[in-house]
């Protein structure tokens, strides 16, 4: 907890490190009311900073350590006393005699009463740990920063019964038992690497195992550890595993380097997944998942979390960050990998569809909030609170740009360059783009701006047709709203994606000014000025643009479309991608004129455009199903808040329910229709886990929920038939949260006590539970996510289940989590203090949706103010809560 305010670190103020640790020995003693760490630190000083030393002698040694108990301390095998060297609550300081020596040092900790879920903790009945950034210092005194790479051994002793299985990084090497029915294994990591990428794990666990053969034909072992009731739930991880491994070897060259690849599931944990050297601890979320417990999603989201953190070996183990503020060069670069792999396993349309609507909706919000930061930020307090959508997604978005302005084998010279040049080393965001630059032989100074100015670009277009000169021109202004700490921005380099389709909708082959010959019917430009024209001849009619294709940049782009045009594009562009956005332009177009209809007390009346729209893509039976799928979906509450000057909940809410409801009564004969047809081969098939199949599924599980709108009695047959008969988590939980949204109050009640009494056991089921109820529109949301937190299943203590009821009201049931009293602030405050105490981390990551308090009006903004002035009141702060809430105050 915080004594005094948090300090602020500065990127600008980066030193190298002035010592170096080339050898980590640890001996972990684990017992249930205590541990103990042995470490044996083999030291010397770092020749980088060694100028001065002839003269002023050697630094102190200053070494990071949290919440240890010091119980023993020697250098180079003589005992110090309490006189040779300084603690204080995080450091432990000391100066050393020689240019190189070996510390020693023995500390206790507390995994067991360890609620924080960093450093070494217990979840359930197993040891685990979690050390990025900063929880190795809970573990034992060291210098606690990824540009310190060290080679670890690590051995490991617990109770045999209790403990059969004992794991750490790499190999390995010895093992065997002691008196007193403890045992012990020893394993070593023959890769130097920083302390964040440190795992230990102990527990009675089973695992699935597997092997793999890599480029070079090497054998690796793969093993996924489980607590034994969950076995039956891995192969899904395992196959993920393995296609993620032929991918990174096919794509970029990167072959699997140890013997042996270790995953273990563990129900608390603070986020997805780690990628520790060779044992990657998963959040159990993201790891089990079988037809009966997990949705369609929930397996994509393994699939891509298994692919993201084995991508880490490469990006973000082999060559790694030099300090906290290059995140992004591991996190944007690898959430880019595994964004890029997922669309090679899957629809590639969808799931850009799928990431470009949580960039939108999620990312946007934070780089318009009191929290917006750069990709590479320049300062922090609390480096947990910068595990960010920015980080994360715009950070991928800036090396897809990258990728689209080299193209795929310019790329590829850039990364494997990349790799080669810098394996095993700590390195920053510039040493990345300079790999790109000298592999291709480019400039990307300007580009670099994306990685320092924080803020969503918006760029306005327009354009101007001479049919006597048979030209076209296409007019961009972008320009970047101020961020906190940046009032001014430079211009950005912009890749605009584009085509401009004829009247027929073909896209007409383009040729800018200047130029021999035309170039195909789609190319990228590149926009770096403020303003900024580029004319295409030989136009003979006026042509519709299509701008931005796949969401070339991270940008909010504009053009005055009018709903025509987006019916057009709707049906005509040849980019997947752009045929959603046309339909989401006139959703959001047709939804804004309802909201204002809304506020000015008129009688709603919804453009039957949008229905008519709607109708034809139902009615076109050869189009893909998860494409029309996607395109059906309304922009959620969430976006339509992000777009809004001021949001006003309520009308947001009253326009996309009577939206809702429109499209369930106009278009119900082909909803029933499709959702029949649709029902009928689940029903005959049984549950397949493929791409045609999801599709299907969920085509059907979206028309189910607009039918419901109708509230006929043979759709709820139909609903509760799905419910019961499926033989999958997919429909059962979509059927479920249909109903949970509807009136029916007593299928409704038995459909959730039968569903909580079958799957009690399974706190992955029971989180799906708790979600959908918490994310129920209806009236009375808090009063029944306040009975729900009494629920035996709930507790605070469990990450997973703080995010499926907490969360899911607060950032996905805006109605609710709004009300006009503040009782939802309230709910929200209240427990973001409990859990300050208990885990920073997560009280951190649930005051989001409070700092988004300048959206709303006067009266919320007041309400939500107070909130954010109370918790900032309630006592000791961790830093997590104390930066989060203080910027946002600011
Ligand atoms: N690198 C980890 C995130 C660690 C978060 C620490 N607070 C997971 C990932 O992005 O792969
Ligand atoms: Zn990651």
């Known amino acids: 907890m915080r004594t005094e305010q948090p300090k602020v670190i500065y990127l600008k103020d980066y030193q190298a490190p002035e010592y170096l640790i080339d050898e980590t020995n640890l001996t972990f003693e684990l017992y249930e009311d205590h541990s103990l760490v042995h470490a044996q630190l083999v030291m010397r000083r770092n020749p980088e900073r060694a100028a001065g030393d002839a003269g002023a002698g050697l630094p102190p040694l200053v070494l990071d350590g949290q919440q240890l108990e010091l119980l023993a301390l020697s250098m180079d095998d003589q005992a110090l006393t309490a006189a040779d060297y300084q603690l204080d609550d995080s450091h432990l300081t000391l100066q050393p005699k020689a240019a190189t020596f070996t510390l020693d040092s023995t500390v206790r900790i507390h995994p067991e009463t360890n609620t924080a879920l960093e450093g070494l903790y217990k979840s359930g009945k197993m040891f685990c740990t979690q050390c990025e950034a900063e929880g190795f210092r809970k573990i034992t005194y060291y210098l606690d920063r990824p540009d310190v790479m060290s080679k670890f051994t690590t051995t490991v002793t617990a109770e045999q019964h209790r403990y059969p299985v004992l794991l750490s990084n790499g190999n390995p090497v010895a093992s065997g038992s002691e008196e007193g029915g403890r045992h012990w294994a020893t394993w070593q990591d023959p890769f130097k690497k920083p302390a964040y990428l440190f795992a230990l794990v102990a527990g009675d666990l089973w695992c699935v195992e597997d092997s793999f053969t890599t480029m070079t034909a090497r054998d690796v072992a793969l093993r996924i550890y489980v607590e034994p009731e969950n076995i039956d739930k891995v192969q899904h991880a395992m196959d993920s595993l393995k296609k993620s491994m032929r991918w990174d070897e096919e794509v970029y060259g990167r072959e699997y380097d140890l013997d042996i690849f270790m995953i273990v599931a563990v129900n608390d944990f603070n986020m997805g997944a780690m990628e520790n050297k060779g044992l990657n601890i998963f959040n159990s979320s993201c790891v089990l998942a079988k037809a009966e417990t997990a949705t369609d999603a929930a397996h994509q989201r393994v699939e891509a979390v298994v692919a993201h953190e084995y991508f880490h070996n490469w990006s973000g183990n082999r060559v790694t960050c030099r300090d906290w503020f290059q995140l992004s060069l591991k996190e944007g670069f690898t959430v880019f990998r595994d964004a890029e792999f997922s669309a090679d396993m899957n629809s590639r349309t969808v799931k850009r569809i799928e990431d470009v609507a949580f960039l939108r909706t999620n990312q946007f919000a934070e780089d318009a909030g009191p929290m917006a930061h750069p990709v590479r930020p320049d300062s922090f307090m609390e480096i947990s609170n910068f595990y960010t959508l920015t980080v994360y997604e715009k950070g991928s978005e800036v090396v897809r740009m990258i990728h689209t302005l080299l193209g795929a084998e310019g790329f590829r010279k850039g990364t494997d360059l990349y790799f080669e040049r810098h394996d095993g080393q700590a390195v920053t965001c510039d040493d990345f783009i300079k790999a790109m630059e000298d592999a291709n032989g480019v400039d990307l100074t300007q580009f670099k701006r994306w990685y320092s100015q924080a803020g969503t670009p918006r760029l306005a277009v327009t354009e101007a047709f001479d049919p006597a000169a048979r030209t076209y021109t296409l007019s961009f202004r972008q320009s970047c709203p101020a961020t906190p700490g940046q009032a001014e921005k430079l211009p950005f380099v912009i890749p605009v994606e584009l085509g401009l389709l004829d009247a027929a909708g073909n896209d007409l082959p383009l040729r800018l000014a200047g130029e021999a010959q035309a170039g195909g019917g789609n190319r990228v430009i590149s926009v770096t000025e403020a303003e900024q024209s580029f004319t295409f001849v030989d136009i ?6 299509s701008l931005l294709r796949g969401l070339s940049a991270p940008v909010k782009l504009s053009f005055p479309y009018d709903r025509d045009q987006l019916m057009f594009l709707m049906q005509h562009d040849s ?131 607009y039918l419901m709108q109708s509230g006929k009695a043979d759709v709820l047959a139909a609903c509760l038939e799905q419910f019961k008969d499926c033989d999958n988590m997919t429909e059962r939980l979509s059927a479920l949260a249909v109903l949970v949204n509807s009136g029916f109050e007593q299928e409704k009640a038995e459909a959730l006590a039968c569903f909580a009494d079958y799957f009690k056991d399974d706190p992955l089921v029971m989180d799906q539970w708790f979600s959908v109820q918490a994310g129920c529109g209806l009236p009375g949301g808090l009063e029944r996510v306040q009975a729900l937190m009494e629920h035996p299943a709930f507790t605070l203590k469990n990450p997973n289940k703080v995010r499926a009821l907490i969360g899911a009201f607060a950032n996905q049931n805006l109605v609710n989590f709004h009300r006009a009293d503040g009782a939802g602030y309230r709910f929200l405050a209240d427990h973001v203090i409990t859990l300050n105490a208990l885990n920073p981390q997560i009280a951190s990551r649930q005051l989001a949706p409070l700092t988004r308090w300048r959206k709303y009006d006067d009266g919320r903004q007041q309400l939500m103010r107070a909130e954010l002035e109370r918790i900032l009141a309630s006592g000791e702060l961790s830093s997590d809560v104390f930066e989060v809430v203080s910027k946002s105050l600011a």
């Open 540 to 545: 003979a009619e006026k042509p519709l643009p």
């Open 575 to 705: 980019d997947g991608f752009n045929r959603w956005d046309a339909g989401q332009q006139l959703s959001v177009q047709v939804l804004q004129e309802l909201i204002g209809q809304h506020q000015r007390g008129e009688p709603l009346q919804l453009d039957p455009r949008l229905l008519t729209a709607f109708r034809t893509l139902l009615d076109d039976e050869s189009l893909d199903q998860a494409m029309v799928a996607e395109m059906l979906s309304l922009p959620s509450e969430a976006y339509l808040t992000e777009i809004s000057e001021v949001a006003d909940v309520d009308a947001i809410h009253a326009a996309r329910e009577f939206t809702r409801q429109s499209i369930g009564a106009t278009l119900f004969e082909p909803l029933l229709a499709r959702y029949q047809a649709n029902r009928a081969i689940s029903r005959e098939t049984g549950y397949v886990a493929e791409a045609a199949h999801i599709a299907r599924r969920t085509l059907q599980n979206i028309a189910l929920s």
